[in-house]
């Protein structure tokens, strides 16, 4: 029963992931490639327009989405088309909010984001947010039937739909912010179109029912806000570097971004994976939480092993970019922090989900997001990239600690939190001399050591990840050759 858990576990993860493997090997050529093509003031330029994108985006999903769900297997069959529209309805309104608010301060927008009044960017903006809503519910139904390939395939279309628009506006047009901007836009339609195409089924027919928008929006309420906070959290290093430095410095530290972003290959697919498999166990069986102890375990080691050898092998990597984004090679190791202490988070913190007492998530991300604002204003003006970096790593870790403290209050669950706290202090040095120590032998040398110290913290892990592993491809081979047969 273990085993058939543990491969139905592997088979949902890589369906959820495979999607996401797929464009981060693409990005890895394509983001280096882009560089060369397009100089790190506009890149900045294209970085404040996601910064703006992604915050109002999360100010119109008022975490309905999440609500959405968290609901859907506690309706029945007939009732969660209901709860697809009665989750989506306020979206729209809110859009239609921030849509009139855009067009009245469109000057301020637009010279906020590139530095121009007279800038058409706003507009852009605008029907992005209406595209990113409905994809996001669109990702959501896919996420929460465990669809995992279908999820894969639109992350595999909006990543080739992006990429290819980029570099026909670079080679027609013009090498500016405005390739990648108009990029995300077209991929988000394409995307939609083509998730929709795959399955109609929740956007029509048209059904709205009041009782479930109340029930939808007291679930989402104090989600919404700690959404918000959240995406304080992630963003206000590039924010403050707007305040103190420019484009340049910007568009650095968001190349740093895209590199430390090659550890959330495994969070995020992790993640689209966990959270519904999470909901459903629970659901199932709430007392299991061998579960989530073996998982934890699991996760850590392979986090911290892979964020370390990011660590190690920044040098070589940045060496694919243009001369003049190179320097950005010290300031991703702090970067790699966030999907590390994200994807403990996302297994811990389901305690707070569990309880329904989403008010936690307010006071856990208001104290962070202080923390985070603070150290970057007294890092930032000394340090630049590095300062927001290094701020924003360690404000990560402090988010991790409270986060596991109140879910474990609420859902007690026996982690080895001692293991984790050992290896991140470890990775906290490794980072440091990495980011200040401008040598790559002493990088290399240090990250080498780290990962000795993680395999010897988490030994017995490591043997029965590799043990797991043996029988995952024992497993795979075995059905392929059954199949020949």
């Known amino acids: 029963m273990e085993y058939d858990l543990k491969i139905d576990m592997f088979k949902k993860f890589f369906s959820f992931s495979f999607g996401v493997w797929t464009n981060a090997i693409i990005s890895f050529f394509t983001v280096p490639l882009i560089t060369w093509l397009i100089d790190p003031a506009e890149f900045g330029k294209a970085a404040m327009y996601v910064t703006t994108y992604s915050m109002l985006l999360t100010v119109c999903l008022i975490a309905t989405p999440s609500a959405f769900m968290r609901f859907f297997y506690e309706k029945k069959e007939g009732e969660r088309g209901t709860l697809f529209w009665s989750s989506l309805f306020p979206t729209l309104v809110t859009w239609c909010v921030l849509l009139f608010l855009i067009l009245l301060f469109r000057k301020q927008i637009n010279l906020f984001l590139t530095g121009q009044t007279d800038s058409t960017v706003h507009i852009i903006l605008s029907i992005s947010l209406l595209l990113g809503i409905l994809q996001a519910f669109n990702q959501a139904v896919v996420r929460i039937k465990n669809q995992g390939f279908k999820y894969s395939l639109l992350q595999i279309v909006f990543s080739i739909s992006n990429l290819g628009f980029v570099f026909l506006y670079v080679f027609f047009l013009e090498r ?26 929740f956007f029509l027919p048209v059904r709205i ?72 166990q629970f659901e199932k069986n709430p007392s299991n939480k061998d579960l989530f102890v073996k998982v934890f375990d699991h996760a850590s080691f392979i986090i911290f092993t892979f964020g370390t050898g990011a660590v190690a092998a920044k040098d070589l990597i940045f060496l694919l970019f243009a001369k003049d984004y190179r320097t950005a090679s010290h300031i991703s190791p702090f970067l790699l922090l966030l999907p590390m202490m994200t994807t403990l988070c996302v297994i811990v913190g389901r305690g707070i989900d569990f309880s329904k007492k989403t008010y936690w998530g307010l006071l856990i991300d208001g ?107 024992i497993y795979l081979f075995g059905r392929t050759s059954e199949k020949k047969e």
């Not at 206000?236 to 590199?259: C, E, H, P, Q, W």
């Not at 923390?371 to 990239?385: C, E, Q, S």
């Not at 982690?415 to 401008?438: G, H, I, M, Q, W």
């Not at 040598?439 to 395999?455: F, P």
């Open 176 to 201: 500016s912010f405005l390739a990648l901007i108009y990029a995300h836009l077209f991929a988000n339609f394409i995307t939609l179109v083509v998730g929709i195409a795959l399955d109609r089924s």
């Open 209 to 280: 029912k009041r009782t479930l928008i109340k029930e939808v929006l007291i679930y989402s309420f104090p989600l919404a806000f700690a959404s918000m906070l959240w995406w304080l959290l992630n963003w206000t290093d590039r924010l403050v570097l707007r305040m103190y430095t420019d484009f340049v410095n910007i568009g650095l530290y968001s190349a740093a971004f895209k590199v430390a972003n090659l550890i959330g290959i495994f969070t995020t697919g992790f993640s689209n994976f966990w959270y519904p498999f999470a909901y459903e």
């Open 367 to 473: 104290v962070t997001v202080i923390f985070n604002l603070i150290g970057n204003l007294i890092f930032v003006p000394v340090l630049g990239a590095r300062g927001a970096a290094l701020t924003t790593g360690i404000s990560f870790i402090l988010f991790f600690l409270i986060e596991s403290a109140v879910s474990v209050k609420l859902y007690p669950v026996d982690y080895d939190f001692r293991k984790v706290y050992v290896v991140t202090t470890v990775f906290v040095v490794n980072a440091f001399l990495n980011s200040f120590v401008e040598k790559w032998y002493v990088g290399v040398l240090t990250s080498l050591v780290s990962i000795a110290m993680i395999v010897f913290v988490y030994h017995k892990v490591f043997k029965k990840t590799v043990s797991i592993v043996k029988k995952i491809l």
